[in-house]
């Protein structure tokens, strides 16, 4: 197998695998030479699939985690293609890899998305994180790569794969709002504490509290069993099928799934569900000795049908008394002729029982729409088809091959919808002998069904990539081993809606020198080109160098029997890249004859043409420079696996608009003007360190593995075009995803504490408001009080801990997988927390301050007014995010036994699994709560799988 260098240049879809083994049949002594002692290499799970040829990973002078997928789902069945990867990928935490942001992923070679592929159509998955790592892919690869290979066929007789899967969704937990005589309570409070009289007398709030009558006093919780079912159900299953023989291999797979939806009314209960339909076919063809090409097609059906509501926001912002969403006929006056009428001439008898209801207020409302809107059907269609052809050119030099592909992708997306409009009623109560009635009705809106379907929301993208590229392997007497790629490559996406494409395009080069399987040298450099910049500054060569000691290869280490590998390496390089630069002609100035409007004379005006910003012909790529090392051991026949990769990397001339930089006369107020240019200034330094340790023991009669994978990153804004009064204020030096804001000394208590405290520059303050530390003593708080608070973690914690471990006892096996997220903070400032005006109450309000109970509250007081003095980032409303989330467990059992020789079923086996299982966190309440989307859940499933 060859080595390393090979591997960086870009996966594509378009290798064939048997084909290739059959095209490089001639250098079975160079790639004998590249090869591991036989005592000494690992199984198939340790080749890697890169862009020419299938490679054993510790041929590589690079660190790439590979994760095998057909391996994984023998014992961890998942349903998205990157889930739990933190915990078996280091450098990779989730939401970015090193923590460097947006990577670029690729299904087959091709800029796709994760969800473009299942976990069962995949072979391999690889991260790619290091400078030299993704050189070759361009500018758009700048923070990493995460390269998805899919599965191809092999020569030999037909086989059929069948998984089916059934399971259930429970949701965690709910958000918990008071009820209507809660509300009522505390909004009476709260309009005590703004001077104001009561709202809601307490012969009503009586009525409310008492739930003698839920139709004319409601005290709707949208949370109930009434509206929403305990658990939704899940169903998939997957076919896959390949064979053929030494001219010709397929693979087919075919996948289908849906799932419902927790609502459990209306049309929800009929129309509220999701599916997802698959096929896709990878043909590799042997034309002769010489040619090879492959054929791979891919068709996505999805289509969601949904409600014309968005009930889960309207759960978080209704209040709990305004309306019954159900009338009942029954309550109805007899006499009353005029209700009577509008009965009958309803189109929505909800259960022969019930009417709309509304108010004035509420004429439409998530209900009525559930019960009477008509429904939506969200629907997208994909195709993918990418080809490549591999040729032999040995006849014209020995070594030398030569590949191309080509890829076309077409996504487009629409929305369907029935709008059907409804009609409401708000019922005017009276109690006759203490018996409710309704005396009369108002009507609302009209009942009209169209039967027009709508289309709205229509989009598409299309991505077209192509490369090419010539390869050369050769040896001199069987020590020194030498490998040339050069390649180009690019790929564009073109989208709806937007008027410049997305475009990569570079040329590429690899060299590479392997010295008796012991010393690597490789040096890979891409050539790029982006239209973002100046004519004169849309190229840049972007070089790196690795090189790397297999010590295990070493005359004093290689008869060590307890060594089975150990190698170090080392990289660095510098990739220039446009992938931050925000948009098209940013070096261009711009005017605008939109500007201000002057006149010479009254009643006339005139646009000005106006500045936005200034030329700059100087502007240049962003770069990355970076330096790395690696170390890599396995011990005792992989009795204890190890890798652990140090990096620090500094983005340097990132582009900003910054006035500090330019004289005050390039930016006026009035007329709005400026002639500042954006230039290259900020700078970004990451330092960090990934590592992954599995040990694999045999005790008594049980096979286990334990694996630890961690990734620590810190991010630091290096370089900061800022001008600030007070040092604390400054950016430069603090972490790129840092949350400022004030810091809370509790709450005022009385008036004399407010008077004796500085000024508020955020609205009027009474006792129950929050008070904040005037950081720089000049006798105000404002936004110049503002200090760092703590890191966000928007590209990932700055810790991420992952752990699985494994065990099989005979044909029982067990797998268990957990991430832990480490080091991060965030803000309680949704509508749950922030709360005043005419919001919804939640439970967290009941711990408000009052004169009662001032020592103990943990909430501010309430007001009916806009609280900007308590609701703002602050330390008071800052919480960690640390957590430990156990996301897999699995059995699955070996029912091979049972089937005996039958040569129609050649394995199965059956399983059940969960996901999402358990979050241990201080704030794990906070952490697992939703607010105005649908809630988090547990998944439990039983699955069974065939080989025929």
């Known amino acids: 197998m060859k080595q390393i260098i090979l591997t960086t240049i870009i996966a594509a879809a378009c290798t064939a695998s048997q084909a290739q083994d059959t095209t490089r049949s001639d250098y ?49 069945y998942i349903t998205y293609s990157l ?10 935490n989730g939401n970015s890899l090193w923590g460097m942001g947006s990577y670029l992923l690729l299904i087959d070679g091709v800029p796709r998305e994760a969800g473009n592929v299942m976990p069962t159509e995949i072979q391999s998955i690889a991260f790619l994180k290091g400078v030299e790592a993704v050189a070759l892919y361009g500018s758009r690869a700048a923070k990493g790569v995460v390269a998805i290979t899919t599965k191809r066929g092999k020569a030999g007789n037909i086989h059929i794969d069948m998984r089916v899967n059934t399971g259930v969704n429970v949701p965690k937990s709910y958000p918990e709002y008071l009820g209507s005589a809660e509300y009522m309570t505390l909004y ?20 409310y509290a008492s739930g003698k009558n839920p139709y004319r006093y409601p005290n709707l919780d949208y949370y109930s069993n009434e509206y929403l079912k305990k658990m939704y159900n899940r169903l998939d299953a997957t076919a896959e099928i390949s064979g053929g023989n030494d001219k010709a291999r397929y693979y087919t797979n075919i996948g289908y799934w849906t799932a419902g939806s927790l609502l459990n009314f209306g049309e929800a209960q009929k129309n509220d569900r999701s599916g997802r339909f698959n096929i896709r076919g990878n043909i590799d063809i042997s034309l002769n000795d010489y040619i090879s090409c492959n054929v791979d097609a891919t068709a996505i059906f999805y289509t969601g049908k949904g409600v014309n509501a968005n009930y889960w926001n309207s759960a978080a912002t209704l209040r709990p008394y305004r309306f019954s969403p159900l009338i009942p006929l029954s309550m109805l006056e007899a006499e009353d002729d005029a209700s009577q009428l509008l009965v009958q001439n309803s189109n929505h008898i909800i259960d022969g029982k019930y009417l709309l209801g509304g108010t004035q207020l509420d004429q439409t409302n998530p209900f009525a729409a559930i019960y009477a809107g008509g429904y939506n059907s969200y629907t ?14 040995k006849n014209v030099l020995q070594g030398l091959t030569f590949k191309t592909t080509m890829a076309v992708d077409y996504s487009t997306t629409y929305n369907l919808a029935y709008n059907n409009s409804y009609a409401t009623y708000e019922p005017q109560w009276n109690s006759y002998s203490g018996v409710d009635l309704i005396s009369s009705l108002t009507k609302y809106g009209q009942d009209a069904t169209s039967g027009v379907q709508n289309v709205s929301n229509t989009w598409y993208r ?10 050369y392997l050769t040896s ?24 410049h494409k997305v475009s990569n395009a570079n040329l590429g080069l690899h060299l590479g020198y392997n010295y008796k399987r012991k010393y690597f040298v490789d040096f890979n450099s891409a050539y790029i080109h982006s239209a973002k910049l100046p004519q004169g500054n849309r190229q840049a060569l972007s070089p790196t160098l690795s090189v790397a000691w297999n010590l295990s290869q070493e005359n004093f280490l290689r008869s060590a029997d307890w060594l089975d590998l150990l190698k170090i390496s080392a990289s660095a390089g510098r990739l220039h890249t446009d992938l931050d630069i925000a948009s098209y002609y940013l070096y261009q100035g711009y005017y605008t004859v939109d500007g201000s409007w002057y006149g010479w004379k009254d009643g006339s005006g005139i646009p000005a043409t106006e500045s936005r910003r200034g030329d700059n012909p100087d502007m240049t790529f962003p770069r990355r420079d970076e330096v790395n090392i690696n170390l890599e051991a396995s011990l005792f026949h992989k009795l204890i696996e190890f890798n652990f990769t140090a990096f620090k990397n500094k983005n340097t001339g990132n582009i900003v608009q910054a006035a500090v930089l330019f004289p005050s006369y390039y930016n006026t107020g009035w007329p709005v003007s400026s002639f500042i240019p954006f230039v290259n200034y900020n700078d970004d330094t990451r330092t960090g360190f990934d590592i992954g340790v599995n040990v694999n023991k045999h005790i008594g009669q049980v096979d286990w593995t334990l694996g630890v994978s961690g990734t620590y ?13 007070d040092a604390y204020q400054y950016r430069q030096n603090k972490p790129l995803d840092a949350i400022w804001g004030l810091q809370n000394l509790g709450f005022f208590q009385d008036q004399d504490d407010i008077s004796k405290s500085p000024a508020q520059s955020f609205g009027q303050v009474k006792p129950g408001d929050i008070k904040y530390k005037d950081q720089n003593g000049d006798g105000i708080i404002d936004g110049r009080d503002e200090v760092y608070l703590g890191k966000a973690g928007w590209s990932g914690a700055p810790l991420t801990l992952g752990v699985h471990l494994e065990a099989k006892w005979k044909d029982l096996s067990f797998f268990a997988l957990g991430v832990g997220r480490y080091g991060a903070y965030a803000m309680k400032n949704n509508s749950y927390f922030w709360v005043d005006g005419e919001d919804k109450y939640s439970v967290v309000t009941r711990n408000r301050w009052t004169e009662a109970n001032k020592a103990t509250a943990t909430y501010p007081r309430l007001t009916t007014l806009n609280s900007d003095n308590n609701f703002r980032s602050s330390d008071f409303w800052l919480y960690s995010t640390n ?16 089937i005996g020789k039958k040569k129609f079923v050649r394995e199965l086996g059956v399983y059940v699994s969960g996901a999402n299982l358990l979050t241990i966190a201080q704030e794990r309440e906070t952490l697992e709560l939703n607010i105005g989307s649908a809630p988090q859940t547990r998944f439990y499933n039983l699955g069974v799988k065939a080989l025929f």
């Open 476 to 499: 001199v007497a069987a020590k020194h081993f030498i490998s040339a790629t050069f390649l180009v490559n690019g790929f564009q996406q073109s989208e709806s809606a937007v008027y």
């Open 883 to 898: 957590r430990f989330d156990l996301g897999r467990v699995q059995l699955t059992y070996d029912l091979n036994k049972l």
């Open 462 to 471: 299309q991505t077209i990539a192509a490369t090419a590229q010539l390869d």
């Open 28 to 76: 079975s002594q160079i790639v004998a030479g590249l090869q591991l002692d036989s005592s000494k290499q690992g199984g198939e799970e340790e080749l890697v699939r890169v862009a020419v040829d299938v490679v054993h990973h510790r041929n590589l002078a690079m660190n790439i985690p590979v994760v095998n997928m057909v391996s994984l789902l023998k014992k961890n």
């Open 83 to 92: 889930d739990g990867m933190e915990a078996l990928a280091p450098g990779f």
């Open 380 to 393: 997208s269609r994909q195709f993918q088809f990418n080809t490549g052809v591999n040729a032999d050119l």
């Open 713 to 725: 990153y810190k991010a630091v804004a290096s370089k900061r075009a800022e001008v600030y009064e």
């Open 188 to 207: 009476n409070e709260a309009r005590a504490n703004d001077g104001l009289s009561k709202l809601y007398s307490d012969e009503t709030i009586y009525n």
